[in-house]
């Protein structure tokens, strides 16, 4: 589940901006983070998407996103830049990207080799005189789609 909408105020009270982070880590929580890699805590929170796949194998992830759901590829910047989110609001860290890369390879296996086959289709409208489709990055920006001919 998608933490919701966290402005920079309150990102910084939850990460204590300002003072020193490794002080204010309890001794429990310390040893729980030596335990786990980085990438196995990415995993882990993606436990709470709905992971599938295409016919031809691409992996992709349904996750909250505030109020609603969004589906995206797996391998894409939108997903990547909510997993970093979602870990930033977890630790107060950046994951790195080693890190990211072994989680990604495992989110993307498990739904292709764990989640259901599903067809993922894209949403078109009409807007003037030309069709759009919703960028993959962020859904309030569109996309213009060119006719073959």
């Known amino acids: 589940m998608s933490a919701p909408y966290v402005n920079d ?10 003072s020193d982070l490794i002080d204010d880590v309890s001794e429990e929580h310390a040893n729980t983070a030596k335990r786990e890699s980085q990438a196995d805590a990415i995993v882990k929170l993606a436990a709470g998407c ?3 796949h295409t016919s031809d194998g691409v992996a992709f992830a349904t996750m909250q996103v505030g109020s609603h759901r969004e589906t995206r590829p797996v391998r894409r910047s ?7 989110r979602e870990y930033y609001l977890s630790t107060c ?14 989110i993307e296996a498990r739904a292709q080799f764990d989640g259901q086959r599903r067809d993922v289709h894209l949403r078109l409208a009409h807007l003037e005189d030309r069709l759009v489709a919703p960028a993959w990055g962020l859904s309030s920006q569109t996309s213009p789609i060119r006719r073959p001919f």
Do not use: I, S, Y
């Open 50 to 52: 709905t992971l599938t």
């Open 93 to 106: 860290r950046a994951p790195n990207a080693e890190a990211m890369t072994a989680a990604l390879g495992v």
């Open 9 to 18: 105020d309150e990102v910084a009270k939850l990460c204590g901006a300002g």
């Open 78 to 84: 939108a997903f990547k830049g909510w997993l970093k």
